[in-house]
């Protein structure tokens, strides 16, 4: 076997080309490949400037173990301050610098801060995929938890400019001519950048998940090539990343995403689980009352009536707030934003973005005791530190203005009937809301879902970091107050059109999210 290596320039990246490797014989067996794979193949966490997640990725180093290829769409994120590498060995680095950015087929070569000690990384394949396909090996982070192997067969696939018709966007200039291979096999869970191997454990190509593609699209391994050889040394911070041409699929939350079906299970299970067992979500029964007497011949008898009274179960609301009904609405909101951001079709993410936003407009018609069970279990919830983030959560909040920070302006929150303040970058608060954003007065309230991920310091405050995924405006809990002073008004989220929106009765126009 033959094997010429080159340096690709500047980025000190060793491509190893073969030249007459005999094809395997035999399907890929997973555990030699699982072997070779886990102290080269590692789990890519983007950190925001506040060190907190907001995606997940695989990664693999190369060469010589100081530069990690990964997907460019998932370190595009606001506020990018570095990428935390972690392998199956449990080794760990940083990377905050990249060295090369390819918007055009949708990689990123990150630098590694500190070299992995005796980490050589894998080596790029110079095996062209023949018109029947070859074996290969998908071998990345699954769901973002644990290193996994999926095997399947490697074909040619789709050219750039077809796959940019097919999803209704202007071809890239750069790679423009690429052709993308396809992954014919099993379903495959792991994210984008995840290195594809042959029988030998070196690159084929690289995972690019595109969103509504029946199979995975691969970029093949010459493709890349190419790109490192091309490159000129110049590390810049992650922060200065160019957007990707390609729209992928980013994971926001670890764990795997429901499928559609389980997400309607779930929306069912919470409608079901809230509406009043006693009244059946009518909000009132009917009792039996004596009125009089009445005789029938020599017999008296008494006279009763049916009168309808408040449901005293639901208070006369119909809702009910049981034990674990807040966990489930976590879970929901979960699954949401876990479906937004994997490979699913576009009509299962906007089902999905829609429950959650007929969720929180549902919740201002609600009764105050359904309301005031939520707003006091929400904030039991975000109260314990000692459990996991990120998770989900549903919040009655009042917008309290904004703060300029070096990474930006943030919206500052406080929750309903406690001291808590949170704090949600001000583009992701308005991207998430069902009305435009503008400017408005301080102090309007809104029902929020979003994904909580911490404590964070932000100058003098230390908010709480929710990470937005929709908001609905929400009545007041007070009198409405006189506007502040024009100079006070900050930039913050749309305000519903009046103060306190009329409640809708129940029985009136069309059935809300719990149905009634």
């Known amino acids: 076997m033959r094997q010429a290596t080159f340096i690709a320039a500047g980025l000190g990246v060793l491509v190893a080309l073969d030249f007459g490797r005999p094809c395997a014989a035999q399907p890929l067996d997973s555990a030699p490949l699982r ?95 023949g018109e029947g396909g070859s074996d290969a ?144 979500g009518r909000g009132s029964i009917f009792v039996s009352r004596v009125t009089g007497t009445a005789r029938v011949g020599a017999i008296s008898q008494s006279v009763t009536q049916t009168f309808p009274e408040p449901c005293p179960t639901c208070k006369g609301e119909g809702l009910v707030f049981k034990d674990g009904l807040y966990g489930m609405f976590q879970k929901m909101i979960e699954g949401a934003m876990r479906l937004d951001g994997s490979d699913a079709d576009a009509k299962a993410k906007e089902i999905a973005f829609n429950n959650v936003m007929e969720l929180l407009k549902s919740l201002h018609k609600v009764g105050p005791t359904y309301r005031a069970a939520l707003a006091t279990r929400s904030r039991a919830d975000l109260a314990k530190t000692d459990l996991p983030y990120p998770r989900g959560a549903i919040l009655y909040v009042r917008v309290a203005g904004w703060m300029e920070t070096p990474d930006g302006r943030f919206t500052l929150l406080e929750l309903e009937g406690g001291k808590d303040v949170l704090a949600a970058r001000t583009d992701d608060l308005q991207a998430a809301g069902d009305a435009k954003a503008g400017k408005s007065p301080n102090g309007h309230w809104i029902n929020l879902a979003g994904l909580i991920e911490g404590p ?61």
């Open 35 to 129: 072997g070779a794979a886990a102290a080269k193949v590692c789990l890519v966490t983007v950190e925001n400037s506040l060190g907190v997640p907001v995606a997940y990725a695989s990664g693999f180093l190369l060469g010589e173990g100081r530069f990690i290829v990964t997907d460019l769409a998932s370190l595009v994120q606001p506020g990018v301050k570095q990428a935390s590498l972690r392998f199956a060995d449990g080794t760990t680095a940083v990377a905050r610098q990249f060295g090369l950015a390819d918007p055009g087929i949708g990689l990123a070569v990150i630098r590694v801060e500190k070299e992995v000690a005796d980490k050589p990384g894998l080596d790029l394949s110079a095996t062209v995929v």
């Open 137 to 280: 090996a998908v071998v990345g982070w699954r769901w973002a938890e644990e290193l996994d192997v999926t095997p399947g067969r490697l074909t040619n696939g789709v050219t750039a400019a077809a796959l940019a018709t097919r999803l209704k966007i202007t071809p890239p200039k750069a790679g423009g001519d690429l052709t993308f291979m396809e992954f014919v096999g099993a379903r495959v869970d792991a994210p984008s950048g995840s290195p594809l191997l042959d029988w030998s454990a070196d690159v084929v190509g690289v995972l690019l998940k595109v969103p509504g593609q029946n199979r995975p699209l691969v970029i093949p391994a010459g493709v890349l090539r190419g790109a490192l050889l091309s490159a000129e040394l110049q590390l810049k911070p992650l922060a200065e990343l160019p957007k990707p041409a390609w729209p992928v699929a980013v994971q926001p939350v670890p764990g795997k995403p429901p499928t559609p079906q389980e997400f309607a299970q779930a929306v069912r299970a919470i409608r079901d689980r809230s509406r009043c067992p006693k009244c059946n």
């Open 456 to 516: 964070v310091a932000l100058g003098e405050e230390h908010p709480v970091f929710i990470r937005p995924f929709g908001w609905a405006p929400a009545a007041s809990p007070e009198p409405a107050k006189s506007a502040p002073e024009p100079d006070e008004r900050p930039l913050v989220i749309s305000p519903p059109s009046t103060p306190n929106p009329p409640k809708t009765p129940r029985g009136t126009g069309e059935p809300n999210f719990f149905g009634l």
